[in-house]
T-cell receptor, first 113, second 111 residues
Framework: EAGVAQSPRYKIIEKRQSVAFWCNPISGHATLYWYQQILGQGPKLLIQFQNNGVVDDSQLPKDRFSAERLKGVDSTLKIQPAKLEDSAVYLC???????????FGPGTRLTVL | GDSVTQMEGPVTLSEEAFLTINCTYTATGYPSLFWYVQYPGEGLQLLLKATKADDKGSNKGFEATYRKETTSFHLEKGSVQVSDSAVYFCALTSNTGKLIFGQGTTLQVKP
């Protein structure tokens, strides 16, 4: 069974530029999560989808971050404009349903210069 | 709000030493508790979990017991190997299902 796929694996941009990350969850998984992991810290949830609806986006900086999950499968996370403090690894995870085990993708490492 | 606190790292041990990584939590309700591991250059992997008080999760020689009375979920292994070198994260699920992680503890095992 294929795992959670993410791309790109690495991205370097300058501040004020925009960037987008893509996630393809495990087939059949209804719940999709985006986490931000800053160096030296544990991952922090940015947004949680149940199918194509948002369950929790309370920690998403909505002035610059946006995310969508069209058709309840793939998801895209966008940052516009990026700030230096957005440098982090962005992890996508999926689960069969809300309280099932979450499976993580390899992450996208973003560096903002 | 819900939170997880782990012991500060890094933890450096010799091969075959006993490992304990402390984890305590604050939560409303009855969360499930997890240990995740992140090997160098790899993604997060679930190591073990416990879903109710007094449950013991175990995997690959690692164990942790859900202690409701002390709100703890300490990770232990009787004899560590060099291949156990990684970052270990304690986590709980909130009432919405999201994972809340501790800050991570780096383990380095020397031969």
């Amino acid at each position: 069974e294929a795992g959670v796929a993410q791309s790109p694996r690495y991205k370097i941009i300058e501040k004020r530029q925009s960037v987008a990350f893509w996630c393809n969850p495990i087939s059949g998984h209804a719940t999709l999560y985006w986490y931000q992991q800053i160096l030296g810290q544990g991952p922090k949830l940015l947004i949680q989808f149940q199918n194509n609806g948002v369950v929790d986006d309370s920690q998403l900086p909505k002035d610059r971050f946006s995310a969508e999950r069209l058709k309840g499968v793939d998801s895209t996370l966008k940052i516009q404009p990026a700030k230096l403090e957005d440098s982090a690894v962005y992890l996508c995870a999926s689960s069969l349903d809300t309280y099932n085990e979450q499976f993580f993708g390899p992450g996208t490492r973003l560096t903002v210069l | 709000g819900d939170s997880v606190t782990q012991m500060e790292g890094p933890v450096t041990l010799s091969e075959e030493a006993f490992l304990t990584i402390n984890c305590t939590y604050t939560a409303t309700g009855y969360p499930s508790l997890f240990w995740y591991v992140q090997y160098p250059g790899e993604g997060l992997q679930l190591l073990l979990k416990a879903t109710k008080a007094d449950d013991k999760g175990s995997n690959k020689g690692f164990e942790a017991t859900y202690r409701k009375e002390t709100t703890s979920f300490h990770l232990e292994k009787g004899s560590v190997q060099v291949s156990d070198s990684a970052v270990y994260f304690c986590a709980l699920t909130s009432n919405t299902g999201k994972l809340i992680f501790g800050q991570g503890t780096t383990l380095q095992v020397k031969p």
